[in-house]
């Protein structure tokens, strides 16, 4: 597999294990007479239904850290940007 292929077969996992969970929750709501769900389902939620508790805690603060890596990087340009001109 390249490199150049990796994203995209994530992806492709991350939506099948999306798809079997929601179809989880779709049959124990249609079993019990309430239609659809409409609520959506996290990362975590995946994490922890393939990893476990402790791989739903890891996947949380992985992904927090992360994102407040993305803003500081992300703020750090906006907030220098009138220093270029």
Same mark, same amino acid.
């Given at each position: 597999?390249?490199? !150049?292929?990796?994203?995209?077969? *994530? ?12 179809? *989880? $929750?779709? *049959? ?5 007479? $309430?239609?659809?769900?409409?609520? &959506? ?7 922890? $239904? &393939? ?6 805690? !890891?996947?949380?603060? &992985? ?5 407040? &890596? ?8 906006? $907030? ?6």
């Amino acid at each position: 597999m390249r490199v !150049c292929e990796v994203p995209g077969a *994530e992806a492709l996992l991350l939506a099948e294990v999306n798809v079997a969970i929601m179809r *989880e $929750r779709d *049959e124990y709501r249609l079993v019990h007479g $309430r239609g659809h769900s409409p609520v &959506t389902i996290s990362l975590s939620d995946m994490a922890g $239904r &393939t990893l476990g508790p402790a791989g739903a805690k !890891c996947t949380a603060v &992985t992904y927090l850290l992360l994102s407040f &890596t993305l803003l500081v990087v992300g703020g750090g340009d906006a $907030r220098h940007a009138h220093l270029k001109s």
